[in-house]
């Protein structure tokens, strides 16, 4: 089994960056890849952007193409998410989740799921 724990949430103001971390412990080895999605209060969890563990394919949703950018660290079994340009609209507990499959833009095919971090952007 594979343990996820993110950091890096904060509040900041348009137009700022934050960078969120993601570190797993356990059976990295079985991990195919990583993914950050964000849930926003009354909404549905909703996919950023997902990277393979080992290769180097990766994608982000349209929403934060080019603002947001997936990497990893396999060497310190870390995934980061790097925000820049940030919105009010991108205010929402974010989370990092592992993939035993592959990657993916759908939820329900994540297998592990850290806690959440808050990401608060003000106008």
């Known amino acids: 089994q594979v343990q996820l724990v993110e950091s890096g949430g904060g509040s900041v103001q348009t137009g700022g960056s934050l960078t969120l971390s993601c570190a797993a412990s356990?059976?990295?080895?079985?991990?195919?890849?990583m993914g950050w999605f964000r849930q926003a209060p009354g909404k549905e969890r909703e996919f950023v952007a997902t990277?393979?563990?080992?290769?180097?394919?990766?994608y982000s949703a349209d929403t934060v193409k080019g603002r947001f950018t997936i990497s990893r660290d396999n060497a310190k079994n870390m995934g980061h998410l790097q925000m820049n340009s940030l919105k009010p609209e991108d205010t929402a507990v974010y989370y990092c989740?592992?993939?035993?499959?592959?990657?993916?833009?759908?939820?329900?095919?994540?297998?592990?799921w850290g806690q959440g971090t808050q990401v608060t952007v003000s106008s």
């Open positions: 356990g059976r990295t080895d079985t991990v195919a890849a």
């Open positions: 989740a592992a993939n035993y499959k592959g990657t993916s833009s759908f939820p329900t095919t994540y297998d592990v």
């Open positions: 990277i393979s563990w080992r290769g180097t394919y990766e």
